[in-house]
């Protein structure tokens, strides 16, 4: 049974919820009396806890009808899952705008997931904080999959200066998503690098660094934008050198010039919990951490070092 007061606001909230169902022809009344009283329970105590399920749950009723039907609402999801669902929802997709939808899908159907578990206390923090970072890193990873092509067939693929080789665009994950810590309500930091300055090898040719400026304003607007279908993550990039006023983008010997000479005390803390997302076996990335470990960890420290550590 729920506690009197859940009894008091389910009572309220059925009629609300059945005509929300029923505009996305889902029949609730009908599903609901197919339950058993645990199933029941646990239905009524998520739905009485969570907004957000309340309103998303109708929008994809044939999939979680059946896993309420067959009690895996709490089970752990994970990279696979993300993979496998966006593949479903992006099966058909061509322009950005189905892209954008299909994201948003794929949240939908995963954040439900997250917060049934955590609502129901079938999960530990560290299963939800690392659900969430796995998340984000599938929408980051697969987003610029699929924009990159386009970006080819318009520009030509970005070429190092000196040493002719392809250049790839690496985005480090920082703070909470460096850490595999998101929680429901996190937006993610991103930082966004690429090896060596040159130009596109197309027919319209660009300079890397305007090819990677675009490529990532693209990236930010397909997690962050707000559509009839929600956002998926608030993406935040103050943490790149200079701040809101530096280059969105910035290639390694600009990076590592501006830790090593201008690097504050904060920035060489938060670089203890950046990760490479993209292309993260690579040699980009293994030098991208090179440069980034020189400037964290100091092979010397001094009195300021100390001091700027306790406070």
Same mark, same amino acid.
């Given at each position: 049974? &729920? $506690? %009197?007061?859940?009894?008091?606001?389910?009572?309220?909230?059925?009629? =609300?919820?059945?005509?929300? /169902? /029923?505009?996305?022809?889902?029949?609730? $009344?009908?599903?609901?009396?197919?339950?058993?009283?645990?199933?029941?329970?646990?239905?009524?105590?998520?739905?009485?806890?969570?907004?957000?399920?309340?309103?998303?749950?109708?929008?994809?009723?044939?999939?979680?009808?059946?896993?309420?039907?067959?009690?895996?609402?709490?089970?752990?999801? #994970?990279?696979?899952?993300?993979?496998?669902?966006?593949?479903?929802?992006?099966?058909?997709?061509?322009?950005?705008?189905?892209?954008?939808? /299909? &994201?948003?899908?794929?949240?939908?159907? %995963?954040?439900?997931?997250?917060?049934?578990?955590?609502? &129901?206390?079938?999960?530990?923090?560290?299963?939800?904080?690392? *659900?969430?970072?796995?998340?984000?890193?599938?929408?980051?990873?697969?987003?610029?999959?699929?924009?990159?092509?386009?970006?080819?067939?318009?520009? @030509?693929? $970005?070429?190092? !200066?000196?040493?002719? !080789? $392809?250049?790839?665009?690496?985005?480090?994950?920082?703070?909470?998503? #460096? #850490?595999?810590?998101?929680? &429901?309500?996190?937006?993610?930091?991103?930082?966004?690098?690429?090896?060596?300055?040159?130009? =596109?090898? #197309?027919? !319209?040719?660009?300079?890397?660094?305007?090819?990677? =400026?675009?490529?990532?304003?693209?990236?930010?607007?397909?997690?962050? !934008?707000?559509?009839?279908?929600?956002?998926?993550?608030?993406?935040?990039?103050?943490?790149?050198?200079?701040?809101?006023? @530096?280059?969105?983008? +910035?290639?390694? %010997?600009?990076?590592?010039?501006?830790?090593?000479?201008?690097?504050?005390?904060?920035?060489?803390?938060? +670089?203890?919990?950046?990760?490479? +997302?993209? @292309?993260?076996?690579?040699?980009?990335?293994?030098?991208?951490?090179?440069?980034?470990? *020189?400037? =964290?960890?100091?092979?010397?420290?001094?009195?300021?070092?100390?001091?700027? +550590?306790?406070?």
């Amino acid at each position: 049974m &729920l $506690p %009197a007061p859940l009894q008091n606001h389910w009572h309220t909230l059925q009629s =609300t919820f059945t005509d929300h /169902a /029923a505009r996305h022809e889902f029949d609730w $009344p009908s599903f609901r009396d197919t339950l058993g009283p645990a199933q029941l329970d646990a239905i009524q105590r998520v739905l009485c806890l969570s907004d957000y399920v309340a309103d998303s749950l109708p929008r994809d009723a044939d999939y979680f009808c059946v896993q309420m039907r067959t009690d895996r609402m709490t089970r752990i999801t #994970g990279r696979e899952d993300y993979q496998r669902w966006l593949d479903e929802f992006a099966r058909d997709a061509t322009t950005e705008d189905d892209w954008h939808r /299909a &994201l948003r899908q794929l949240r939908r159907r %995963a954040m439900v997931h997250i917060i049934w578990r955590d609502a &129901l206390r079938q999960g530990t923090t560290l299963e939800t904080t690392r *659900s969430l970072s796995e998340l984000a890193d599938v929408c980051v990873c697969r987003t610029l999959g699929f924009l990159l092509p386009e970006f080819h067939r318009r520009y @030509g693929q $970005p070429i190092g !200066k000196l040493s002719g !080789k $392809p250049q790839h665009l690496l985005v480090l994950g920082m703070g909470k998503l #460096g #850490g595999w810590e998101l929680n &429901l309500s996190s937006d993610i930091d991103l930082i966004f690098a690429f090896g060596e300055s040159g130009d =596109t090898d #197309g027919e !319209k040719s660009i300079s890397n660094q305007e090819f990677f =400026t675009r490529l990532g304003q693209k990236l930010i607007l397909a997690l962050d !934008k707000k559509t009839v279908d929600g956002f998926v993550f608030r993406v935040d990039m103050r943490l790149r050198p200079y701040g809101q006023s @530096g280059p969105l983008v +910035m290639n390694f %010997a600009s990076l590592s010039e501006y830790y090593h000479t201008q690097g504050r005390d904060w920035e060489r803390y938060a +670089m203890i919990k950046a990760r490479v +997302m993209t @292309g993260e076996d690579s040699a980009e990335a293994r030098l991208l951490l090179s440069i980034l470990r *020189s400037f =964290t960890y100091r092979l010397y420290l001094d009195y300021s070092a100390y001091e700027a +550590m306790r406070s």
